[in-house]
């Protein structure tokens, strides 16, 4: 579990296209330094067991003041030599990490850094507004797993000037660099945003739903076959992301609807057989039949016969494994 604390856009004086950190975080004001322990006791009392990390989200956390992070860290850092947490991470930009950097993080062990990569394509970072260029990724990158802090990558589909060949191109890169974890973000138009005027003004066509999923779905493969663990897919839905959203593939629960269409994709290979005869373990009955059960009405408008029943494996047919 993480703990998350958002920092939003605190020392950012960059202006991303998409980025409204209000809409997304739902947060206007940092909490201070002070309060990273309360949280986390609110959270740790929940009994949240296992594995629990402190996750400075929600901006470049390597942008503020040092003197600021230290006093975040050093707060995350009681819970972690406490024993009470078993790690710290945060998220920030390629272009906000040096060698100084990285030996503040490590005085606090802090075990987990991810970037906000967003693409490997200059050409899409420069259309985003994003400041820095895919070398800085890979110089960042290097950095962070040569002094053993665990990589994370994340990346954005749909940007401006993106297309699903360079999403794809973008998941290998980040696996040649060694990313262990990756976030999915497909690209929403928020409200006060260039790229909400970008929208309004006809020049950019954010990606539909359908999409953003069947993308998706073939991202989150490449990366599971690589072992790169995807700590998600979309944002958290809440109130201000679905009422700060202008355009582009809203859902609900992205993340749900990509792995039941990496699902479905697997089944496809067997519909032929004129029958989809699925057992599985009950954990996975929800991928499998997909939201609002759009898997099992997609396979029955088609003709096939669909049937899901428990089972120790999930299993289609009796014969295939379905991967999750
Ligand atoms: S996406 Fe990150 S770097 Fe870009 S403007 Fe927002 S907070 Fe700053």
Redesign the pocket.
């Known amino acids: 579990m993480n703990i998350p604390i958002f920092v939003?856009?605190v020392g950012?004086p960059?202006?991303?296209a998409?980025?409204n950190?209000r809409s997304i975080t739902g947060v206007t004001e940092a909490p201070a330094p002070e309060s990273v322990g309360s949280i986390a006791d609110e959270y740790l009392s929940g009994g949240g067991a296992g594995e629990n990390t402190i996750a400075f989200f929600?901006?470049?956390f390597t942008g503020i003041e040092p003197s600021l992070q230290r006093r975040y860290l050093a707060e995350a850092k009681k819970y972690l030599d406490a024993g009470k947490i078993s790690g710290i991470r945060l998220s920030t930009?390629p272009d906000y990490i040096d060698a100084d950097v990285l030996k503040l993080l490590g005085e606090y062990g802090v075990t987990n850094i991810e970037l906000?990569a967003q693409s490997m394509d200059d050409g899409v970072l420069a259309a985003s507004g994003?400041?820095h260029d895919s070398g800085a990724v890979r110089r960042a990158a290097g950095m962070i797993r040569e002094r053993g802090f665990t990589l994370g990558l994340q990346m954005m589909t749909g940007l401006p000037l993106d297309t699903p060949e360079k999403s794809l191109a973008t998941a290998e890169e980040f696996i040649r660099l060694g990313a262990a974890e990756t976030r999915i973000y497909p690209t929403l138009v928020m409200e006060r945003t260039r790229l909400a005027d970008m929208y309004r003004a006809g020049l950019y066509r954010p990606q539909t739903v359908e999409e953003a999923a069947e993308l998706g779905a073939a991202l989150y493969g490449k990366f599971r076959d690589a072992g790169v663990k995807v700590l998600r897919v979309g944002l958290s839905d809440s109130e201000e992301l679905k009422g700060g959203c202008v355009a582009g593939p809203y859902h609900p629960a992205m993340g749900e609807l990509v792995i039941s269409r990496f699902v479905r994709n697997q089944l496809e290979a067997h519909a032929e057989e004129g029958a989809l005869r699925i057992s599985a373990p009950k954990k996975y009955f929800s991928k499998i039949v997909g939201p609002r059960r759009c898997n099992a009405r997609y396979f029955r408008e088609k003709g096939v016969y669909f049937s899901l029943t428990e089972g120790e494996e999930p299993l289609v047919n009796g014969r295939y494994e379905l991967l999750f």
């Open positions: 939003p856009h950012c960059n202006d991303c998409f980025c950190q929600g901006g470049s930009r906000g994003r400041g």
